[in-house]
């Protein structure tokens, strides 16, 4: 096992607890509820490789993060969670897609730009980490494929996301 | 740029109704004109197959311009020619009487009919219409459009149509995408295009014959194009990122649309001709929703480059940028009659969205809708209506208001959600 990977697995785990436990403010209820349990099969010293726990890792990290009303700004929440997955997508060389959503409220295709902006402010930040942008590509569905349905704040706040596909 | 044909057999299924849209008008002309559709006399064998003077009756009603009459009501049943007893209509304060007789044969429908003032016990109009004999309710639409336009000065919409997107989602399993065309009152609905994909942004070219559309189905947005009398429909686009908000140009020969393929939205306009693109705005904020001025040397759009979306207009040779709406902090959308006089638009006010017009004469602004979330506005070719989508009952439904907000109606759909209605032009 490089000392690298390690790390980086040591470093996602930490920074995911972390991350699960500051629930103090409102608006991460929805964040933690959409995320998966941390993984919980201890990983064996006879058990997977180093890379397959690397791997195993990631695929328990979130792969949606939330924005607010009419912003493509990058929560706190969304920083640590992020650096989780360069961290890990450092090691690999996987393409990574990032699909921008927007809740319904607002016109249509205004909404395709703004879900169009939160992806790239999920590209840039990651790209700011080391991934290279060419490994990166960025889809904007607006609201046309809301995640909850529903006309409330509660299914709002589930939309307004970018999902992270690699 | 890479041009694929393609037919449209893959995403076509069998023309089965998915939305089924009916008409209810919720409020009318404080004044209506009184007016009586006698039901028209059939003149060959057997039985009418279909009643020609109730779809009169509905066009006229549900304009919002009329009151009309209902046959249970009337004290005659007059056929046209010298035969109207006037009184029978007066008594009823009815101000105009609509008689006609029905005939068909292999060759078609044949309605004469005659317009009566009854006030002045004078004949109005006179005249013949015909149409194939499967076109009942296109003959009965031309019928409505000469009687609307005679008493109101207006040109008639009824022959016209709506194309709408539906979403046939039901609870949280995956979506069928259906691209809809049907009468402007919501009858003979088909199937354009039906995708596992979101389809969007639906628009018409100016002579009526072919739609430019968004679809989601090469795992990306792309603008095609698609001629709706054979079902052929060209990929226009297939840049990364946003390809979106298309708009044909007055004439026909060119679309404006919205591609973010060099960091962020931008409008451009394709000769569609040559496929070549110039880009016509410039600026790291988001421009996007064009619409052309009737002109055709303008496009109007939406931008956050003052900080939150409101709308501009950009000169296309000179590329001046000029704001035109300054009320409330989120004008998208625009879209403008076709006399160029009313730009109508989404309008947020403390955190609901309504429908608005702006008259770019006087600068008078109206919140013609009353409901919540209304997007998408489409003005019918006589100017004299908006449709938009908005939520009905929890579901998203079609709508219309008159530019005034003096006549409104609602489009409920029996099952999918509704939404992005364009009108047809004539």
Redesign the interface.
Known sequence: MNLRSKLAILGAMALLISACQSTDTVDTSAETEMEAPVATSTPATTGPSPEEQARMAAEALARVVYFDFDQSVLKPETRSLLLQHAAYLRTVNTPIVLEGHAD???????N???G??RA?AVADFLVLQGISASRI??????E??PA??G?NETAWSRNRRVEIRY | MRVIWLLCVLFMVSSQAAAQLTIEVTRGMDQPTRIAVVPFIWSSPGTAPHSLDQIVRDDLRRSGFFDTMEPRNMLSFPTPGPNINFRDWRITDTEYLLVGSVTLDASGYQVFFELYDVVTERLVLGRTVSGGPTNARDVAHRISDIVYENLTGIRGVFSTRILYVTDN?Q??EV?QYQLMLADQDGARERVVLTSPQ?L??PTWSPDGTQVAYVS?ET???AIFRQNLATGVREQLTNF???N??PAFSPDGTKLAM?L?KDG??EIYVMDLLTKELTRITEHFA?D??PNWTPDGRSLVF?SDRGGR?QIYRVDIDSRRVVRLTFRGD?N??PRLSTDGRFLVM?H?SEGV?HIAVQDMIDSTFLIVTET??D??PTIAPNGAMVMYAT?WQ?RSILAAVSLDAGIRYRLPAQTADVR?PAWSPF
């Open positions: 319904e409220r607002g016109t249509r295709e205004y395709i730009a703004l169009e902006r790239q590509e960025t889809v904007s569905y607006g046309e494929r909850v349905v006309s | 989602r609870g949280n979506s979101p969007m942004s989601f795992g990306r947005a990364e990122r946003i979106g908000a919205v973010s962020n939205p988001i996007t929703e939406t979306p989120y998208a959308r989404v947020q969205f919540e979330l997007e998408s939520k929890n992005e």
